[in-house]
T-cell receptor, first 115, second 111 residues
Framework: GAGVSQSPRYKVAKRGQDVALRCDPI?????LFWYQQALGQGPEFLTY????????KSGLPSDRFFAERPEGSVSTLKIQRTQQEDSAVYLC?????????????FGPGTRLLVL | GNSVTQMEGPVTLSEEAFLTINCTYT??????LFWYVQYPGEGLQLLLK?????DKGSNKGFEATYRKETTSFHLEKGSVQVSDSAVYFC??????????FGTGTRLQVFP
């Protein structure tokens, strides 16, 4: 079946613009995660949903970052008033259910460049 | 807090050489441990995992053993191929659902 998809794959924004990044998880997956991967670094956790409930947003770097998953499937990560330090690859992952050791399935990422 | 440390790269090997990529972790409780791989131009893929001490994860000729006494999860492969060239990430999942990743190790295999 289809994997996790993300759009757009690439986004160039001028500093100060708002951007919206979309994630389509694997159908039926309960949990959805967003990570930020800076160049040459490992992914860092941003936020986590179980169905439509945002259970952990401790990794969001500032109040300019906002994520939602209103119907428990597709999720959008919004970044307001983008800054150059927001340039990174934004990864979405899903897994079937909460559970110790459950595998997370990653999408291809959205590469954001803020000029 | 929980953290993962892995060896810096790049690791450069000739085809059929033995590979070790070191990974150590700091965590409270009993985390699950993972190796993810990122091939050029592709997304992160799970390579292998282990959920309790002394478990060995294995896949595609790669192995890693969960060593609680040394807090390590080193990745090994007996004979690497050019197609194994990628970035490898060690990660842990503790008592929350999020993954904590190391910084990644780039492997370059030459024929």
């Amino acid at each position: 079946g289809a994997g996790v998809s993300q759009s757009p794959r690439y986004k160039v924004a001028k500093r100060g613009q708002d951007v919206a990044l979309r994630c389509d998880p694997i159908s039926g997956h309960v949990s959805l995660f967003w990570y930020q991967q800076a160049l040459g670094q490992g992914p860092e956790f941003l936020t986590y949903f179980q169905n439509e409930a945002q259970l952990d947003k401790s990794g969001l770097p500032s109040d300019r970052f906002f994520a939602e998953r209103p119907e428990g499937s597709v999720s959008t990560l919004k970044i307001q008033r983008t800054q150059q330090e927001d340039s990174a690859v934004y990864l979405c992952a899903s897994n079937p259910d909460r559970g110790f050791g459950e595998t997370q399935y990653f999408g291809p990422g959205t590469r954001l460049l803020v000029l | 807090g929980n953290s993962v440390t892995q060896m810096e790269g790049p690791v450069t090997l000739s085809e059929e050489a033995f590979l070790t990529i070191n990974c150590t972790y700091t965590a409270t409780g009993y985390p699950s441990l993972f190796w993810y791989v990122q091939y050029p131009g592709e997304g992160l893929q799970l390579l292998l995992k282990a959920t309790k001490a002394d478990d060995k994860g294995s896949n595609k000729g790669f192995e890693a053993t969960y060593r609680k006494e040394t807090t390590s999860f080193h990745l090994e492969k007996g004979s690497v191929q050019v197609s194994d060239s990628a970035v490898y990430f060690c990660a842990l999942k503790g008592n929350t659902d999020k993954l904590i990743f190391g910084t990644g190790t780039r492997l370059q295999v030459f024929p």
